[in-house]
């Protein structure tokens, strides 16, 4: 029997665990991408798809992880070897842990820029360009190697220093603290934005869905957006369950998780879409959204060098609590299957995906490539393996009574065996298709 490594970890608590699972989950995705695809694809029409997508499907998914880690306590990997030891099962860890790799070698490359557009807003770099200037002024910053490489090592440099002092002193701490100053920062720019004049039409675009609008493309893009933004499909929730007690709620730790992450995507909307229309912007800029328009809005507003350092710091708040999530993948899959001590396992994981993420910080194309992948079709395989593992073979009787371990009144178990057999995965390989019909759908 393999003995289990001391270096792995435990939360201290509910609230602990409810914190780190946020903070992996409220990341660029909510803060940049969100609001970038809700802009494309829509507005209000788009954010009803999303959260169907969220209630119906992608919670069931969440709480199948969490269950596989923490009845098993091991990385996505030792949970198969557990579970279905000597078959192909394995793999499907195994290609968790590659995903963490790939996710986080761009990950922080863009978090880097994030955090490089801190400096550059509070320096007021920006503040007598004009727009096509500020366009230039971002292509030039991530074109220049050397900057985009620091950042890149700087900000993997926080993540591993974090991931250092493990679970609770580390990833608990760091989520406690991290989580509500990114509340605080969010709150401040809502208010700010849907105060500024014109705001209306932003907040109607964003509010009142227009059915005519909705494509199956956006479609595709708001259920990719959804299984991204909750951490599914590499294993980060397997990870973060294996350090959940028996006594833990699953089914509301999970609701927790998928309330915050959702509630904090849909503000990010309430800061942007009002900001984009009071000055006339363009909502369906795409990627160029946060790098570009909203410097652009900054000029504009009284204090906006204030608020948009703040937004930056925002971003790579929100950056730092999710890069840890992925980094912590393969870490504790060295800590627990080849034992090594946390120090090595994170250093392993950390630098490999820095050297992993260099091609990414020199070519963008490259960083696109990396996104489809292993942001799309790995998470996506991985999510498909999940739902399958857990509602046919590891089977829903399983799958319940580890529910029931923190949550003895449960009493959903027919709709959640419905949910992981058939919804899911069904939902799962219809967005693989979607995803193949429309390539560049998120
Ligand atoms: N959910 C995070 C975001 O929205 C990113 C993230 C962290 C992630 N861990 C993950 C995405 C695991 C997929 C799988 O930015």
């Given amino acids: 029997m393999n003995t289990v490594n001391n270096d792995r970890g435990v939360w201290s608590s509910k609230l602990g665990f409810i914190l780190a699972g946020a903070g992996s989950a409220v990341g660029l995705g909510n803060i940049w991408r969100f609001p970038t695809v809700a802009g494309e694809f829509g507005g209000a029409a788009f954010v009803v798809v999303y959260l169907v997508a969220v209630a119906l499907i992608c919670l069931a998914v969440m709480i199948a992880e969490l269950s596989l880690g923490r009845n098993t306590q091991r990385n996505p990997v030792g949970v198969y070897k557990t579970l279905a030891p000597g078959t192909a099962w394995k793999y499907l860890g195994i290609l968790g842990v590659i995903t963490g790799w790939g996710i986080s070698s761009f990950y922080s490359v863009i978090a880097g820029w994030t955090f490089g557009y801190i400096f550059k807003t509070a320096a007021g770099t ?173 000029n504009e507003i009284f204090l906006g060098t204030v608020f948009g350092t703040g937004f930056f710091v925002l971003l790579s708040v929100a950056a730092v609590t999710s890069l840890i999530s992925i980094v912590e993948v393969p870490a504790a899959y060295f800590i627990d299957e080849w034992k090594l001590s946390r120090k090595k396992a994170v250093l392993i994981a950390g630098l490999g995906a820095f050297l992993a993420g260099i091609p990414a910080a020199l070519n963008g194309n490259f960083l696109n490539w990396m996104n489809v992948i292993f942001g799309q079709y790995s998470l996506i395989i991985g999510s498909l393996g999940v739902s399958v593992f857990v509602g046919w073979n590891w089977g829903v009787a399983n799958v319940n009574a580890e529910i029931a371990e923190g949550n003895p009144k449960f009493r959903g178990q027919r709709i959640y065996g419905f949910a992981i057999r058939f919804l899911a995965p069904i939902a799962v390989a219809a967005l693989l298709v979607g995803l193949i019909l429309f390539p560049d759908a998120f």
């Fill in 126 to 298: 920006f503040s007598n360009l004009s727009p096509d200037e500020i366009a230039q002024a971002f292509s030039n910053f991530i074109s220049n190697p050397v900057a985009a490489i620091g950042l890149h090592a700087v900000f993997m440099t926080f993540t591993m220093l974090i991931l250092f002092g493990g679970v609770k002193a580390g990833i608990e701490k760091w989520s406690k603290i991290l989580m509500p100053l990114l509340l605080v920062i969010l709150v401040l720019l809502v208010v700010r934005s849907v105060t500024l004049p014109g705001a209306e039409k932003g907040l109607s675009f964003y509010l009142k869905p227009n059915w005519g609008n909705l494509t199956g493309k956006g479609i595709v893009a708001a259920v990719g957006q959804a299984f991204f933004s909750l951490s599914l499909g590499m294993g980060t929730m397997i990870t973060y369950g294996s350090y959940l007690s028996k006594q833990d709620n699953l089914i509301s730790s999970a609701a927790w998780v998928g309330f915050l992450d959702t509630g904090i995507a849909l503000m990010a909307g309430f800061a942007i879409m009002p900001a984009i229309f009071a000055f006339g912007l363009d909502p369906q800029a795409g990627a160029g959204l946060i790098f570009v328009v909203l410097p652009n809005m900054f």
